[in-house]
């Protein structure tokens, strides 16, 4: 699709779309590593469970039931 849309297809799954977590953000691992490093106890609002926590409570939180 040449109007950078999704269309979810096989063929474009890891197709880094606008908005796509795929999408290069230009840092390396390691860079993502350190800055997880530095924010992972920080509070944030969280809309899967409704409140605050630190973003390395996340995970948990997105797969309990």
Not at 15 to 21: I, K, V
Request: with cysteine.
């Amino acid at each position: 699709m040449s109007d950078g849309k999704w269309s979810g297809g096989i063929a474009n799954r890891t197709w880094a779309r606008p908005g796509s977590r795929y999408a290069s953000d230009g840092m390396t691992g390691e860079q993502r590593r350190a800055l997880y490093e530095s924010v992972k106890d920080e509070p944030f609002w969280c809309e899967t469970c409704g409140g605050a926590h630190p973003l390395r409570e996340h995970r948990e939180c997105r797969i309990a039931p």
